[in-house]
């Protein structure tokens, strides 16, 4: 989407000095993937911490400190596509390790979130949601991967992985700076609702496209 594309080309500006600063000490872009997820276990934990606090201030406090970690993470997975193409060091096992690194990470601090509704009285049906948007997320992924396999070209929806960090970082921050947890659920509630809906929409994407290859492949055949 365009605003993606913007938003990149400006944060590109920003950490091309450190890039090449990267290039120049030898730090590799797995190196780079790598600590990004450390980034979102330390969320995470954070995130279970604020789930056994008793005190609303110290626990909104503490998922908002989780929040910026995520966000202070996500540069770290711009970093290293990045690197790879900067450095000349682009590798199929890194893009591997990159994409399931990404997995990992969102789902550790997804986790992290449905603890603190579920510790918390009252917010049962939040970490319901929740578990939503680790589906939904989970599935956006995994239909666009699934699609490629298949030789299709699968980018369609609006809340892939950008947004839905985006989305969950700030709603911590949030949540941290109100002290009120409705911000962190009206997040979820978004990445739930739209996530499984680019998931499916997806899935319509490629039906047609199959469906029109297959086609084309039995007309073919009968000629």
Do not use: H
Not at 91 to 100: I, K, L
Not at 122 to 143: D, L, N
Request: charge should be neutral.
């Amino acid at each position: 989407m365009w605003y993606r594309d913007f938003l990149q080309q400006v944060i590109y500006k920003v950490i091309n000095p450190l890039i090449k600063g990267m290039i120049k000490v030898g730090i590799t872009p797995n190196v780079v993937t790598t600590v990004g997820f450390i980034g979102n276990i330390i969320a995470a934990a954070f995130f279970i911490v604020a789930s056994q606090q008793m005190d609303m201030i110290c626990q909104t406090t503490i998922l908002g400190w989780g929040g910026f970690i995520i966000i202070a993470s996500g540069l770290f997975d711009m970093m290293d596509g990045r690197l790879a193409r900067m450095g000349n060091m682009s590798s199929s096992f890194g893009a591997m390790w990159d994409s399931t690194l990404d997995r990992y990470s969102e789902l550790v601090s997804l986790f992290g979130i449905v603890l603190v509704f579920l510790e918390d009285e009252g917010w049962f049906w939040m970490g319901v949601v929740t578990f939503a948007a680790m589906v939904g997320s989970v599935m956006v992924s995994y239909v666009r991967a699934r699609a490629e396999g298949l030789g299709i070209e699968c980018k369609v929806g609006f809340m892939q992985r950008p947004e839905r960090v985006v989305v969950t970082a700030l709603t911590a921050i949030l949540t941290g700076v109100s002290g009120s947890l409705w911000w962190l659920a009206g997040g979820m509630i978004l990445i739930a609702v739209l996530a499984n809906i680019t998931a499916f929409w997806r899935v319509a994407y490629c039906y047609g496209k199959l469906n029109a290859r297959d086609k084309a492949i039995k007309s073919s055949d009968k000629e």
